[in-house]
């Protein structure tokens, strides 16, 4: 199958559109500014012939590609986000393209103390004689998730152009969001109408994620007992300092972010704000099983009890908010919706790997929605920071993937 690709010319399109996500703002989208990049897909998705194409009042944009067949199929859907992340710049991204890539360290050209060094980032050696997207070091790229929202729209447009093409009916849905947790908060997917799903936001090249994280959300509130400091001696019980001796009891060499791997389980402080009186600790909980969230939860909490006992006129709040769960419960209830990804996978000339992400996507919320929705690879590296780059070839390879899956499901029909 010969593909015109032009995932290139859209992903260098739709990075200099700012789409930066704002976990303070109670609005939907969280920035106005991530409209901007919904309405250029729009116009793209109707140039192509899809009519249906539009943009709702919370930013989701949602497509329909009529089926091509008589058979019955179920309707799928391809899924990305549009907006990047809050921990870096997405204001005047300058995507550099380092054509047939040498295999040596990468010199950002406007900050030379960026360096993407080939010790750091081994998936580099894979790419050699590849083209190498990254930026010019002053920003992040958006590679997460704009070379999954490239990659589908540029199978829409194949699939558009060859009609002879046989698939059923296909959903495409881009989500504002996703990088602050709201990514799927107000999709309608009575109206998407899809029976299974797939996100486009995966890393490595070949990789489809059917297991991702549990995850909780914990805020822990310190009353404690504020006085002048002049006159504090055996009175003022700082909610400040209780907090800060909280956060130091946690295990330095388990249990962080920072010294866990694979399916191990962690409990991360995200953020202290408050004064004297109280503070609030916000914490992100993770495990692969609902059991080990628990027991994570369950030393948190007795943690911060045996804090507080040491502080008699201090009291403390812990509050749990479920935020996903582990898609892996829902998926393996229909192994077709990661089998066809695999063979599709295949099809593209490239060696499957079923993997678990440490993380979430909008498809863990998916598909307790009622959308199964495994993650297949968008080719997205070191994401969330300036050293972000992603490899035209494998961009490519995703592209071919979207198509070919929307076959096989035809033809398994």
Known sequence: MKINYTVTERFLKYVKIDTQSDPNSPTCP???????????????LKEMGIEDAHMDENGYVYATIESTTAKK???????????????????????????RYDGRDIVLPADKTQIIRVSEHPSLLKQIGNDIITTDGTTLLGADNKAGVAEIMDAAHHLMKHPELKHGTIKILFTPDEEIGRGADKADLKKLGADYGYTIDGEELGHIENETFSA????ITINGVSTHPGFAKNKMQSAIKIASDIVAALPKDKMSPESTEKKEPFVHPVSISGGIEKTVLQFI??????????????FLKNLTGSVIKNYPKTT????????????????????SIVNNALEAIKRAGIEPVLSSIRGGTDGSRFSYMGLPCPNIFAGEHAFHSKLEWVSVQDMEKAVATIIHLSMIWEENS
Do not use: W
């Open 316 to 335: 403390f709040d812990f509050v749990v908010k479920e935020q996903y769960r582990n898609m892996k419960q829902v998926l393996d209830k229909n192994p």
């Open 285 to 298: 909980i993770r495990a692969f099983d609902e059991e080990s969230l628990k027991t994570q939860e369950d």
């Open 216 to 219: 909780d959300g914990v805020t």
């Open 30 to 44: 969280s920035t106005e500014k991530q409209k901007n990049l919904a309405k250029v897909l729009v116009d793209e």
């Open 73 to 99: 199929v179920p309707v799928i859907c391809f899924c990305s986000h549009m907006d990047t992340s809050p921990d870096s710049s997405g204001t005047n991204v300058k995507p550099q393209v380092h054509s």
